[in-house]
């Protein structure tokens, strides 16, 4: 049996967490000799008695096989820390997962990847920043990491899955699980469009919310820098920027409206030096060194590798409609107004926008761009 498959073993056991298992790599020079430690040899160590009888009954031949079965069987493929393809940013980190279970491709955590983050509730101007941002990135050829939550992660997704860079999503349940459950989609679209989810979590573990502040530092660890697009003062996104400081890496804000309290925290971390980002031109020159390596839109203008404009699939007049709105409401009449159209013209072209979700309705009759 390989070294790896007794930390896979060891992984899986429950209530060995990360400084049990460094503990454990630290003072056992060969982890298979582990399967034959006697008690004694565990509490020399330390390791509360609880623990070691759990120890002593998981880490067996028998049950590691099983365990790899049932992974191999799922489709799960198991990344360790002994094994080469094992992202090397991540290695630096203080604390990398031991284990990672993925689906889809793992070469994509050999590519720069960048971060996109932020609110789980973001604003019509918050979706659509981070969906073309994360598009030309991914364009360009970084692939753009995010936590499959709702909001501006799963614009992100959305944007980088079908770039030259692709995406990685990393959650914060185990591998079998999706959360929230309406990314079921979203999450097969991933691995079929040759990105990658990964989870440190093995098979069996509860979900908690504590789990998901530790799979920060994950996004934070794999990626040269983490983008906030929009979140507010107290934010999940706000821990995972922190985290990437503490790795020293790089952090960009995208500036919102100076009222918006879901732009509090992207504006609290330009003020604390966080590079503003208004284009993806705004990347590319940090990583100037980088982009002719990364095989993809390099020798476009920051502003025309963004998504295409929504603009070119519509009719004339729609199209003059939608150059009316923004991520600020407009009321009807005000669009009446400005457009000179009837009101029953109006009300079509406003159906049409709205089919082809290029607009958003809301309270009041007013209506934003998305």
Same mark, same amino acid.
Not at 69 to 85: A, H, K, N, S, V
Not at 186 to 204: D, F, K, Q, R, T
């Given at each position: 049996?390989?070294?790896?498959s007794v930390l896979i073993g060891l992984h899986g056991i429950s209530g060995v967490g990360w400084k049990t298992i460094d503990l454990l790599v630290r003072s056992c020079s060969d982890l298979k000799?582990?399967?034959?430690?006697?008690?004694?040899?565990?509490?020399?160590?330390?390791?509360?008695?609880?623990?070691?009888?759990?120890?002593?009954?998981?880490?067996?031949?028998?049950?590691?096989?099983?365990?790899?079965?049932?992974y191999e069987r799922l489709g799960i493929r198991i990344l360790t820390r002994f094994d080469p393809g094992y992202p090397r940013l991540l290695e630096e980190t203080a604390q990398p997962p031991w284990v990672l279970y993925c689906r889809g491709r793992q070469e994509v955590l050999q590519r720069p990847a960048l971060a996109?983050?932020?609110?789980?509730?973001?604003?019509?101007?918050?979706?659509?920043? #981070?969906? $073309?941002? =994360?598009?030309?990135?991914? @364009?360009?050829?970084?692939? *753009?990491? +995010?936590?499959?939550? %709702? &909001?501006?992660?799963?614009?992100?997704?959305?944007?980088?899955?079908?770039?030259?860079?692709?995406?990685?999503?990393?959650?914060?349940?185990?591998?079998?699980?999706?959360?929230?459950?309406?990314?079921?989609?979203?999450?097969?679209?991933?691995?079929?469009?040759?990105?990658?989810?990964?989870?440190?979590?093995?098979?069996?573990?509860?979900?908690?919310?504590?789990?998901?502040?530790?799979?920060?530092?994950?996004?934070?660890?794999?990626?040269?820098?983490?983008?906030?697009?929009?979140?507010?003062?107290?934010?999940?996104?706000?821990?995972?920027?922190?985290? #990437?400081? $503490?790795? =020293?890496?790089?952090?960009? @804000?995208?500036?919102?409206? *100076?009222? +918006?309290?879901?732009? %509090? &925290?992207?504006?609290?971390?330009?003020?604390?030096?966080?590079?503003?980002?208004?284009?993806?031109?705004?990347?590319?020159?940090?990583?100037?060194?980088?982009?002719?390596?990364?095989?993809?839109?390099?020798?476009?203008?920051?502003?025309?590798?963004?998504?295409?404009?929504?603009?070119?699939?519509?009719?004339?007049?729609?199209?003059?409609?939608?150059?009316?709105?923004?991520?600020?409401?407009?009321?009807?009449?005000?669009?009446?107004?400005?457009?000179?159209?009837?009101?029953?013209?109006?009300?079509?072209?406003?159906?049409?926008?709205?089919?082809?979700?290029?607009?958003?309705?809301?309270?009041?009759?007013?209506?934003?761009?998305?």
């Amino acid at each position: 049996m390989e070294n790896r498959s007794v930390l896979i073993g060891l992984h899986g056991i429950s209530g060995v967490g990360w400084k049990t298992i460094d503990l454990l790599v630290r003072s056992c020079s060969d982890l298979k000799d582990l399967l034959h430690w006697p008690a004694g040899e565990y509490g020399r160590l330390g390791i509360p008695a609880a623990r070691i009888q759990r120890l002593i009954d998981e880490l067996t031949p028998f049950k590691i096989e099983a365990s790899l079965e049932m992974y191999e069987r799922l489709g799960i493929r198991i990344l360790t820390r002994f094994d080469p393809g094992y992202p090397r940013l991540l290695e630096e980190t203080a604390q990398p997962p031991w284990v990672l279970y993925c689906r889809g491709r793992q070469e994509v955590l050999q590519r720069p990847a960048l971060a996109v983050v932020g609110t789980r509730t973001p604003t019509a101007y918050g979706r659509k920043a #981070a969906r $073309e941002l =994360s598009h030309a990135l991914s @364009a360009a050829g970084f692939v *753009i990491v +995010s936590g499959l939550a %709702r &909001g501006i992660d799963a614009e992100a997704h959305r944007g980088a899955k079908d770039g030259a860079g692709g995406t990685a999503a990393v959650l914060g349940v185990p591998p079998d699980r999706i959360y929230p459950p309406e990314h079921a989609r979203l999450h097969e679209e991933i691995i079929a469009g040759g990105g990658l989810v990964m989870s440190e979590y093995p098979l069996g573990t509860v979900p908690h919310p504590g789990l998901f502040p530790m799979r920060n530092r994950v996004i934070a660890g794999i990626s040269l820098g983490v983008i906030v697009v929009e979140a507010a003062e107290r934010s999940g996104s706000l821990i995972t920027a922190d985290m #990437a400081l $503490e790795e =020293s890496r790089d952090v960009f @804000a995208v500036p919102g409206p *100076i009222h +918006s309290p879901k732009s %509090r &925290g992207a504006l609290s971390l330009i003020k604390q030096g966080a590079k503003m980002v208004t284009d993806p031109g705004d990347i590319y020159e940090e990583y100037s060194h980088l982009m002719s390596s990364l095989g993809g839109q390099t020798g476009v203008s920051a502003q025309s590798a963004f998504m295409p404009s929504p603009v070119q699939q519509l009719t004339e007049d729609e199209a003059i409609l939608y150059r009316l709105l923004s991520s600020v409401p407009v009321p009807i009449d005000v669009l009446l107004e400005q457009t000179q159209f009837t009101f029953g013209h109006l009300h079509s072209v406003l159906i049409s926008l709205l089919l082809k979700k290029v607009i958003a309705e809301l309270p009041g009759s007013s209506y934003v761009s998305i």
